[in-house]
């Protein structure tokens, strides 16, 4: 794969002695915290009062109150990004932890109120309003808000909510992000993790019910913009696929004496991302490019005691993206978590520049990790290719099935096992550690029938942070996984072709549904779930093959 080389990937490359500092300027945000205060305390009042404001009936009116509403969620976004930069900083900054709180409920509050107004004008005067030129952008954020209207909380729900069931949510993420920094083991430890999870479990199927929905699960994938329906048969396809339990009979044929590679400093492994990513495209190796310049200062390598050793990005219309990583050892999955976190702001970057309404910087959890996923499988895909010998090739080819099975049969195991605790807690089938042991064996055996036998598998549920600080997200990677493998798959094919419809997708954000985005960029059709399921087998099937070859004659490593 021939990339393409920039003058500041050159630059980087012959970076001078002392190697360059790599922080986010937090001064393109707010030149300075009290600035920054002032500002937000301006922008919460903002939002209250667009969240009090009546619903105009008339098209021009509509227009400037929805300019209003796309003008308050870049300011709010700018002010989240700064203080969420400062929390992660310092894990300690307990301020500026409550301040990003505060203005991500300011912003659920004002899309609230969008909500609200989609409902009081319905569906005849959403068509009739955005027929003109002015509203006609509009059309599938007032349809989608829409259809979010018909399961909202009314005031009286949402206000009990708020007394009731967010704090239970809140001290039972608290807890069990204690238990894991307790000295005891999960083990020891399993009743009270059992205890946390029915708490979460019991209380979100119960706010489920209040919108119209049977149980949680059901909610939020309404919520990420997936059927439950769809998702049911994406599991059914995945468990019916044998490409996972191929890949680890292959697996199993590794050498014990095998290649370990040496860990990379930071400018070298951002010199193996730019490469991979730069087999894309001029314009996409560019963006990377400009990340990574130091000058710039927008990405951030955070090595100071207090850093919290997590990686995210940040940026939406109107403030430039950048990447945070904490606790950086140079080991492969960091530089690939790095690859992943850089595909998220690059992809921010080009959505700013391009789409012209900020609430359209905004999509489902789903599209954006297919995004990031897609440049894991590109980074770990060009290293296997670069590798200088066969032991080293088989490491990275070995690395990068362990990333695509993992993207697609380990999330639906997930996604599987988390859905069945929300149905077991409801049916009150599951109560105790043992039940969700067994419940777990018996879920990850429809996968792979060795896993009920795995000791490891009794305490997934244990040990999956997501179910308890952020539940039922992981049916995100599972769609996440399905695209990025049938992005790569495409990009493999005919990158000439696939380059310029994949930027086009990136650069126009999320306009209208993903179903209708992936179609007409990309001629993905998000409900050929077996299609999705058998492309991603066939990827590993055939990668699997190429392992299989270079293990049979691998000598041992030196």
């Known amino acids: 794969m021939k990339a393409f080389v920039s003058p500041v990937f050159a630059a980087l490359l012959v970076a001078a002695v002392p190697a360059p500092t790599y ?86 509050l004002i899309s609230a109120r969008v909500v609200e107004a989609a409902g009081q004008l319905g569906a005849a005067r959403i068509a009739a309003l955005t027929r003109g030129p002015e509203l006609a952008p509009y059309r599938y954020l007032l349809a989608n808000s829409l259809a979010q209207y018909a399961h909202r909380l009314n005031s009286v729900e949402a206000k009990s909510v708020a007394a009731a069931v967010t704090p239970v949510l809140d001290a039972a993420a608290a807890g069990y992000k204690a238990l894991r920094k307790s000295n005891a083991s999960i083990a020891s430890n399993q009743t009270a993790y059992a205890a946390l999870l029915v708490s979460i479990a019991s209380a979100r199927n119960g706010v489920a019910r209040l919108r119209g929905f049977p149980t949680a699960a059901q909610a939020a994938y309404f919520d990420r913009s997936v059927e439950p329906e769809a998702v049911e048969r994406t599991l059914r396809a995945v468990r019916e696929s044998d490409a996972y339990s191929r890949y680890l009979a292959v697996a199993a044929k590794a050498p014990k004496q095998q290649f370990a590679p040496p860990p990379l400093s930071i400018s070298d492994a951002l010199a193996r991302i730019l490469a991979a990513e730069g ?106 290719r670069s590798a200088a010998t066969p032991e080293a090739r088989a490491y990275y080819l070995n690395f990068f099935l362990q990333d695509a099975t993992f993207d697609v049969f380990g999330s639906a195991q997930e996604t599987d096992l988390e859905s069945s605790i929300y149905r077991g807690v409801d049916d009150r089938t599951l109560a105790t550690a043992a039940d969700f042991n067994a419940l777990a064996k018996s879920v990850f055996a429809r996968y792979n029938p060795a896993a009920a036998s795995d000791p490891a598998t009794e305490l997934y549920w244990a040990r999956d942070r997501l179910f308890y600080t952020d539940p039922l997200y992981d049916v995100n990677y599972l769609y996440a996984g399905l695209l990025a493998e049938r992005y790569f798959a495409d990009f493999d094919r005919d990158r000439r072709t696939f380059a310029p419809r994949y930027l086009a997708l990136l650069k126009n954000g999320f306009n209208e549904s993903p179903a209708t985005v992936e179609r007409r960029f990309l001629g993905i059709d998000l ?26 004659n691998a000598t041992p490593a030196r």
């Open 527 to 552: 409900s050929d779930e077996r299609g999705l399921v058998e492309n991603a087998a066939a990827l590993i099937d055939a990668r699997a093959l190429v392992l299989e070859r270079l293990y049979s």
């Open 23 to 108: 922080q986010i300027d937090l001064a393109r945000y707010f030149p300075g915290a009290p600035t920054e205060l002032g500002g937000r305390q301006a922008a919460l009042a903002a939002a209250r009062a667009f969240a009090a404001s009546p619903t105009p009936a008339l098209a021009p009116a509509l227009l400037v109150w929805l300019q209003r509403y796309d003008a308050l969620l870049m300011n709010l976004e700018r002010h989240d990004i700064y203080v969420y930069l400062k929390s992660e900083e310092n894990d300690r900054d307990v301020a500026d932890a409550k301040a990003d709180d505060a203005l991500g409920n300011a912003e659920d």
């Open 279 to 384: 087999g894309v495209s001029p314009e996409y190796a560019g963006a990377y490019a400009q990340l990574f310049d130091p000058a710039q200062k927008r990405l951030e390598i955070c090595t100071n005691p207090e850093c919290d050793d997590t990686g995210f990005s940040v940026g939406f219309a109107g403030a430039q993206s950048g990447v945070y990583y904490g606790g950086y050892d140079g080991a492969v999955n960091a530089v690939r978590a790095i690859a992943h976190e850089s595909g998220h702001a690059v992809h921010r970057a080009f959505m700013s520049r391009y789409q012209p309404i900020a609430a359209y910087n905004r999509g489902p959890a789903f599209m954006f990790e297919s995004f990031a996923i897609f440049n894991e499988l590109l980074f770990l895909d060009s290293l296997y």
